[in-house]
């Protein structure tokens, strides 16, 4: 009889495990795509970043990037052309390194300006989330509107998220680089500022 209960006890237990490990796999998988998506907004704030910054340099002759500073973005933006996996830390760094050491205060202030506006018209159509809301508003780089509009509601969507297939393969430690795909407005604002620094450069 205590063989049998013994036995009894150790099919329960298999079966437990048998109930509980879908379960449990499911939630890892859950957890690893919420930490590609987090990684992927990092990324995509890169590209937004980027296109703040080159509607400021060819928009307003006082901001425009002086010839070191040219140096020193396009030096970043070939970097992150031959990067086929763009994850979140790499992202942050590029930015810490153009807010803390390239732009001028003046040209901070500009390129948060051009976020808080983003991320307000964001709002209003429900997609802006998340840490980049406080990112130029934690400078306090005042409350202006620049005046300039932000896009269309879809366009907002896709410049804070990539797509549940893209999220798979990245969370998988596939390749991800959202800021050299031109369907993206991320894309075009990179190609946009690779072209102009390049052809600064040149002197065209």
């Given at each position: 009889m205590?063989?049998?209960?013994g036995?009894?006890?150790?099919?329960?237990?298999?079966l437990?495990?048998l109930?509980?490990?879908?379960?449990?796999g499911q939630?890892r998988?859950n957890?690893e795509?919420?930490?590609?998506?987090?990684e992927?907004?990092?990324v995509?704030?890169?590209?937004?970043l980027?296109?703040?910054?080159y509607?400021?340099?060819t928009e307003?002759?006082?901001l425009?990037?002086?010839?070191?500073?040219?140096?020193?973005?396009?030096?970043?933006?070939?970097?992150?052309?031959g990067?086929a996996?763009l994850?979140?830390?790499?992202?942050e760094?590029?930015?810490?390194r153009?807010?803390d050491?390239?732009l001028?205060?003046g040209?901070?202030?500009?390129?948060?300006?051009?976020?808080?506006?983003?991320?307000?018209?964001?709002?209003?159509?429900?997609?802006?989330?998340?840490v980049?809301?406080q990112?130029?508003a934690s400078r306090?780089a005042?409350d202006?509107?620049?005046?300039?509009g932000?896009?269309?509601?879809?366009?907002h969507?896709?410049?804070?998220?990539a797509d549940?297939?893209?999220?798979?393969?990245?969370?998988?430690?596939?390749d991800?680089n959202?800021?050299?795909?031109?369907s993206?407005p991320?894309?075009?604002?990179f190609?946009?500022?690779?072209?102009?620094l390049d052809?600064?450069?040149?002197?065209?």
């Amino acid at each position: 009889m205590r063989t049998s209960t013994g036995l009894y006890a150790v099919i329960a237990a298999l079966l437990s495990l048998l109930l509980v490990s879908p379960a449990f796999g499911q939630s890892r998988g859950n957890t690893e795509l919420q930490a590609a998506r987090a990684e992927a907004e990092t990324v995509l704030d890169l590209g937004r970043l980027l296109g703040f910054v080159y509607r400021m340099t060819t928009e307003f002759e006082a901001l425009e990037l002086s010839d070191s500073q040219v140096r020193e973005m396009l030096e970043i933006l070939r970097q992150i052309r031959g990067t086929a996996r763009l994850d979140g830390p790499t992202a942050e760094g590029y930015m810490t390194r153009i807010e803390d050491r390239i732009l001028t205060a003046g040209q901070l202030i500009h390129t948060d300006r051009l976020w808080i506006q983003s991320e307000r018209d964001r709002g209003n159509d429900g997609s802006g989330t998340g840490v980049a809301q406080q990112r130029g508003a934690s400078r306090g780089a005042g409350d202006e509107r620049t005046g300039e509009g932000s896009g269309t509601s879809s366009e907002h969507q896709s410049e804070r998220t990539a797509d549940a297939g893209e999220l798979a393969v990245f969370a998988a430690g596939g390749d991800f680089n959202p800021l050299l795909d031109t369907s993206r407005p991320q894309g075009q604002s990179f190609e946009a500022l690779y072209t102009y620094l390049d052809d600064r450069i040149k002197g065209r």
